[in-house]
């Protein structure tokens, strides 16, 4: 063992430890050890690969090189790297870096070599790819690339660029590349590239530049050049691609045209002026070529002559209004089917048969026709190119015309669009609804005639305004509302509002609202189309007041309404209807109307007369039968007709119905009522009547009582002035006339002649009769005899007056007592003083009779008229006479007088005041004492009698004087009334009042002897 | 002579007491006092204590029923009414003796004080 083989033995471990192949070899190249990587992927076992046995797995076109290049490179003991492939245990070569390690000897020399072999397989075939690739992009690019030297000199073309310049590869390479541009560039291109090797100022490396190239045949052509600059092996080398720039600029060209073109649709040009531009511009990119479009008219269903400049006018007057088909032509068969038609020889093809003669004549050989088709699919013309020669078009020509049917399209569509527009335009503004447009901020945009019409201002003033302006401030709230419904995808329609116009009138609208979209689906606007209703609310306004007014009418008549359809089935009952037949709303509709009759003949009557179309109309009152729902049978006045439409159709039937159950309880009240009144006023004691309010009284009304009160009968009395007497007529008016202005009734006593000349006194009682208006109808009065009344009044008011004489009489008597009294004092006195035989003396005996009279006078007058209150006790009527007449012994002196008694036994004690009863005595006795001249006699006799049913006392004082005239009898108890000398005529009137404050009556009698007689009656006891 | 009877008057009507200030002397009375009204003769009688008094009724202030009947409840004189009025029904609780309507003359009134004061004959 050497050293060699020790120190490889102790490598070995690390060596199998390295996931690479490694292998050592002496000085001389033969190998010593190989890893176990190396046996485990060639598949070769170190004693095979010892030696030289390595190199059989090396690849035989790497291995004269490999092993060359390692013959040289051990030379010197330096590290050397080499790339080579080894075949592996599957048989495949893989690359392989393999680096070489001098191992040395302390004297410098080699000892051997340690090779390491990394697996480079990937990095190289990654390499190799992409440099076929590269070449593959060079050789297929569409645009010429080329590589030349620093002198300008061309190195490669690819085949693009020989093809652009026509020239062959091996024509070009080593040729200037000024060879491919025209000379004027070609001298600029040498100084521009020495200029640039010197300067470094780049014109076009890595700029790019549009140039003009030459091709081999001389022809030029736009082209644009990007250069960049490579340097191999320390020189500049240039690579340049070349674009040809042909293709674009026709297509710049084409698109200029198609600019013009629709630069004139966009302006709104007219079709023919745009299909023209469109002809002009076809023809000059392609000037052997004659270009035409027909355009199809909807209407007529033909092709007409849209735009041409070469065609002849004979051909176009047949080809104008021609009709789409299957075989007609180019132009008519591609309208017909909607296909291009390609037509390379007009005299060959059978769509031609019918035209060729034409064609000819218009020197046409070929023809190619697109149809020209609209958005929506449809054909709207045909776009035609026409040859002089026979030809058939290439791929750009077919895009050419079908290019140019595109641009006649959009130039037809537009027109289309355009006359919709204009036709939509013409609604709008000739529509009376205002059409409004506004935006999302609620700014006005459009506003048509219609607007202008419903609110008054111009467009000019409500474009750019805020809708808000015509909504008045209750109802602003509206406006958001309706846009959010909308937004929300709601409905706003007819929306029925109120706006407010220019002039501030308020309007009531019909408002539709809808949304406006971009073609992207966004909300861009709102149409508001609005109608002035105001009428028709004004209307419907007008129409629900009458409704209602008729539905309270309906509801609230007390009378029943029926209606029926024309089987007589109830639709419809107002309230009184079921109020008075006493069913429920929903037992009624629905059902015939017999069951409310009462008389199924009445039904049908009914039916036959006035529910019936067919008979005449029956419009009369007549009185049924109905029957409520609890079976009472009531009597219903009733009336009814057809309900008609406006053509006079019958629809239905109607039928009101009164119930006159209580109004006929009430007519035979009322004739019970008059019944009795009539014979009341019969029996009336005056009469009742009824006059105008006019001047005579006419007289309208009055009962039978005027006949026993004026002499009248009722149909005699025309006036009430007939009645009245002419001083008392303006009295009577006046008071009647207060009445009617006061509205008061009127209740007063007026004088009337009776017929018989009597006056009577007529006591009326009545009032005036108004109308609703306040107009005076006439005046009721009842008029009574009131003549006995009103005597008996006036003595009572006498009485009152006499009595108000009396208090104040009586006051006089009273306070005449104190003046008398100091008379007396003063007589008195004066006769203590006097002589009583002096003249003096008798003068004051005169002053004292005086003062007695005086004092009678006043005794009489209180008397008769101080109210008389009586001291009553029971008392023998015949002592208070005995008394009276004893105390009349100074009145009887030197008088013959008697006092003869009857009293035939007679109880005469009575309750009496004696007092008052002896001064009735007394004053009966002085007037018969004054009456009788000589012999007075004096006869009183007394029988029993009765007064009012009560046991009474008749006392009977009779005198033999010359007895009492008729004036005496009716007057002698009258106060004042005298026929002495002397007296003050209250004796009799005094003691009438004393008797008759004692219940009893005193009067004149008959006495049989011709002398006076009085009967005092007098009750025995007072009640 | 026995003692005189002593009288007090009243009366509103200066003529009236007037004429009793003359009179009674005359008749032998003594005339003791005057009052215009039921007040004052209140008053004197309870002072003078009169053996009789004549008044009349319609006075100012105290009427003489009034008086008659104040003065009753303390004295036992003898009272005549002197009045223009009639005796009235009614019965007072007094020592009224006696009713005199005006005009009264002499003798009447000479009657009446003497049935008023019999004991001072």
């Known amino acids: ?1023 | 002579m026995i003692r005189s009877i002593k009288i007090a008057i009243a009366d509103d009507e200066e003529d009236i007491r007037q004429y009793f200030r003359r009179l009674l002397p005359k008749l032998g009375y003594e005339l003791v006092g005057e009052a215009e009204n039921g007040r004052e003769l209140v008053e004197l009688c309870q002072t003078v204590k009169p053996d009789l008094v004549i008044t009349d009724v319609m006075m100012p202030e105290m009427s003489g029923i009034e008086a008659a009947t104040e003065i009753s409840k303390t004295q036992s004189v003898p009272i005549i009414i002197l009045s223009s009025h009639e005796k009235p029904n009614r019965d007072t609780n007094t020592s009224i003796v006696d009713y005199l309507q005006k005009p009264v003359s002499i003798p009447d009134l000479q009657a009446a004080i003497s049935r008023a004061c019999p004991a001072a004959l």
């Open chain 1, 1 to 1023: 063992m050497t050293a060699k083989a020790n120190a490889d033995e102790a490598f070995q471990p690390f060596a199998d430890a390295i996931p690479s192949m490694i292998w050592t070899c002496a000085a001389d190249g033969s190998a010593t050890f190989f890893n176990q990587k190396w046996c485990e992927l060639t598949g070769m076992s170190m004693k095979d690969s010892l030696g030289d046995g390595w190199a059989q797995v090396i690849h035989p076109d790497d291995r004269e090189r490999v092993l060359a290049a390692w013959q040289h490179a051990t030379q010197t003991p330096r590290s050397h790297d080499i790339e080579l492939r080894y075949r592996m245990a599957d048989g495949s070569y893989r690359w392989h870096l393999v680096s070489a390690i001098p191992m040395l000897h302390a004297d410098g020399t080699v000892s051997h070599w340690q090779r390491i072999c990394t697996d480079i397989e990937a990095q190289r075939s990654s390499l190799e790819s992409s440099e076929t690739l590269m070449q593959a992009f060079v050789d297929s690019a569409v645009d010429g690339i080329i590589t030349i030297d620093h002198q300008g000199r061309i190195e490669s073309c690819n085949p693009s660029g020989c093809v652009m310049f026509g020239y062959d590869e091996s024509e070009i390479i080593g040729q200037n590349v000024s060879r491919l541009m025209p000379p004027s560039f070609a001298t600029r291109h040498d100084d521009h590239l020495a200029s640039y090797l010197q300067t470094g100022e780049k014109k076009i490396i890595g700029i790019g530049r549009e140039l003009v190239g030459q091709r081999k045949d001389g022809t030029v052509f736009p082209m644009k050049i990007a250069v960049s600059e490579v340097h191999v092996g320390g020189r500049k080398r240039f690579a340049g691609i070349v674009h040809d720039l042909t293709e674009r600029d026709r297509l710049q060209d084409e698109l200029r045209g198609r600019q013009r073109v629709l630069e004139r649709v966009a302006k709104g040009r007219p079709l023919s002026e745009v299909l023209d531009t469109l002809i002009a511009f076809a023809e000059e990119s392609r000037p052997d070529m004659i270009a035409s479009t027909l355009v199809l008219d909807k209407q007529e269903g033909c092709l007409r002559h849209g735009a041409s400049r070469q065609l002849p006018d004979f051909y176009l007057e047949v080809i104008d209004g021609v009709v789409p088909g299957p075989k007609v032509g180019s132009c008519g068969t591609a309208a017909f089917t909607g296909e291009r038609v390609v037509v390379e020889d007009i005299k060959t093809d059978p769509l031609w048969e019918d035209y060729r003669d034409l064609a000819t004549r218009a020197n046409l050989r070929a023809c190619w026709s697109e149809p020209i088709i609209a958005s929506c699919g449809r054909v709207v013309g045909t776009f035609a190119m026409y040859y002089t020669e026979p030809r058939s078009p290439d791929a750009e020509d077919l895009q050419f015309v079908e290019s140019c049917a595109k641009v006649a399209a959009i130039a037809i569509e537009r027109e289309r669009v355009d006359s919709q527009l204009r036709q939509m335009a013409a609604i709008v503004d000739s529509t009376d609804d205002a059409i409004i447009l506004k935006n999302l901020k609620g700014v006005i945009e459009k506003w048509n005639h219609g607007a202008e019409r419903v609110y008054g201002y111009s467009a000019a003033e409500a474009v750019g305004q805020p809708i808000a302006m015509l909504v008045p401030d209750d109802r602003a709230y509206e406006l958001k509302a309706n846009t959010e419904t909308i937004r929300q995808g709601g409905k706003v329609d007819h929306y029925e509002t109120v706006r407010v116009t220019k002039d501030g009138r308020r309007i009531h609208i019909s408002s539709t609202l809808s949304p406006v979209r971009d073609t992207e689906g966004r909300l861009t606007h709102f149409v508001d189309v609005q109608n002035d209703i105001t009428q028709r609310v004004q209307v419907q306004d007008e129409i629900a007041r009458e409704r209602a007014v008729l539905d309270t009418i309906v509801s609230g008549i007390p009378d029943a309404l029926l209606m029926a359809d024309l089987d007589r089935k109830l639709t419809h009952c107002n309230q009184g209807a079921y109020e008075m037949f006493g069913y429920a709303p929903t037992e009624l509709i629905g059902q015939p109307k017999a069951i409310l009759y009462a008389n199924p003949d009445q039904h049908s009557l009914q039916g036959m007369q006035r529910f019936n179309p067919a008979a005449r109309q029956h419009t009369e009152v007549v009185e049924i039968e109905w029957r409520r729902k609890n079976g009472d049978v009531f009597t219903g006045e009733t009336v009814g007709t057809i309900i008609r439409d406006r053509s006079g159709k019958p629809i239905s039937y109607l039928a009101l119905i009164r119930d006159i159950t209580d109004r006929k309880h009430a007519e035979a009240t009322i004739r019970e009522s008059n019944r009795k009144l009539s014979l009341l006023l019969s029996n009336l004691p005056g009469a009742a009547f009824r006059i105008a309010g006019d001047a005579d009284f006419t007289v309208e009304f009055v009962s039978d009582g005027c006949l026993e009160l004026t002499g009248y009968s009722a149909s005699e009395l025309t006036t009430g002035r007939m009645l009245l007497l002419p001083e008392d007529l303006d009295e009577v008016r006046k008071k009647l006339n207060r009445s009617v202005a006061e509205r008061e009734p009127f209740d007063f006593v007026h004088r009337a002649r009776h017929r018989n000349g009597e006056i009577r006194r007529i006591w009326a009682r009545g009032q005036g009769v108004f109308s609703d208006e306040g107009e005076l109808i006439a005046i009721e009065a009842f008029i009574s005899d009131f003549t006995e009344l009103h005597d008996a009044r006036e003595q009572l008011v006498q009485s009152e007056r006499l009595a108000a004489v009396g208090q104040m009489i009586s006051a006089i008597a009273h306070e005449s007592r104190n003046a008398l009294q100091r008379i007396q004092a003063g007589t008195d006195m004066l006769g203590l003083e006097l002589d009583e035989h002096s003249d003096a003396h008798n003068d004051l005996q005169r002053i004292n009779r005086a003062k007695e009279d005086l004092l009678h006078l006043f005794e009489d007058l209180r008397s008769y008229a101080a109210p008389i209150q009586l001291d009553v006790r029971a008392k023998n009527l015949a002592e208070v006479w005995h008394q009276a007449w004893a105390n009349l012994e100074v009145s009887r002196t030197g008088c013959d007088a008697e006092l003869l008694e009857n009293t035939g036994g007679l109880e005469l004690t009575c309750i009496i005041d004696a007092f008052r009863i002896e001064q009735v005595f007394r004053n009966l006795m002085e007037n018969a004492l004054a009456a009788c001249s000589s012999l007075v006699r004096l006869t009183v006799s007394c029988i029993e009698s009765e007064i009012n049913g009560a046991p009474a006392v008749c006392v009977s004082i009779c005198d033999n004087g010359p007895g009492l005239t008729d004036e005496q009898r009716a007057r002698v108890f009258e106060a004042f009334f005298t026929t002495k000398s002397k007296g003050t005529g209250l004796g009799m009137a005094i003691a009438k009042r004393i008797v008759e404050a004692h219940q009893g009556t005193i009067a004149v009698g008959d006495a049989r002897d011709g002398g006076a007689e009085f009967l005092i009656t007098l009750p025995r006891t007072l009640s």
